[in-house]
T-cell receptor, first 114, second 117 residues
């Protein structure tokens, strides 16, 4: 167990709806990254938050947005859901205290879009 | 641009035999490289990392990997497979030499390892 928690575990939505996924980072970590893992694929980087500011973004449209709160927990919001958004969404937290800072992953949220 | 290619989507071995999972990388500068493992319904776990120190890297559970710059490879090996090693394995490159937290991680497509009794 990494100490990174995500909620909910599973979620079913219909096309066009909006969804919010939540992540609690490991104690002492100030950076949260979000990844999308489609079935049979490796995770793809969505964006990263450091001290409540977006600090890098992958190749995802603006309908993917996020927040980081003062306690360093984070939300991923997806608007206008599409069928291809069905995936496992992973968050990872890290400390950014030195040269190397390992990212610790949560168990993920499985999103199904019908 | 950085990328990784995992050369096998599925590897099957017998318990007690060696494991070899192959990975080639592409990077315009000295990369940080990692192997992660993903068991069903569990989060990703770091097996080992290379961050420009020793080229032979030892990880958890008896796994190791060797960074070969001339071959742009970072293959994962284990001398003797155990049933509990059955999982999905990902080779990962980080575009920054900080191990990933100050940049994103770029994952390969994964190699599913099956272990037969």
């Amino acid at each position: 167990e990494t100490g990174v928690t995500q909620s909910p575990t599973h979620l079913i939505k219909t096309r066009g709806q909006q969804v919010t996924l939540r992540c609690s980072s490991q104690s002492g970590h100030n950076t949260v990254s979000w990844y999308q893992q489609a079935l049979g694929q490796g995770p793809q980087f969505i964006f990263q938050y450091y001290r409540e500011e977006e600090n890098g973004r992958g190749n995802f449209p603006p309908r993917f947005s996020g927040l980081q709160f003062p306690n360093y927990s984070s939300e991923l919001n997806v608007n206008a859901l599409e069928l291809d958004d069905s995936a496992l969404y992973l968050c990872a937290s890290s400390a950014r205290t030195g040269v190397y800072n390992e990212q610790f992953f949560g168990p993920g949220t499985r999103l199904t879009v019908l | 641009a950085q990328s990784v290619t995992q050369l096998d989507s599925h590897v099957s071995v017998s318990e007690g035999t060696p494991v070899l999972l192959r990975c080639n990388y592409s990077s315009s500068y000295s990369p940080s490289l990692f192997w992660y493992v993903q068991h069903p319904n569990k989060g990703l776990q770091l097996l080992l990392k290379y961050t420009s120190a020793a080229t032979l890297v030892k990880g958890i559970n008896g796994f190791e990997a060797e960074f070969k710059k001339s071959e742009t490879s970072f293959h994962l090996t284990k001398p003797s497979a155990h049933m509990s090693d059955a999982a999905e394995y990902f080779c990962v490159v980080s575009p920054m030499n900080y191990g990933g937290s100050q940049g994103n991680l770029i994952f390969g497509k994964g190699t599913k390892l099956s272990v037969k009794p």
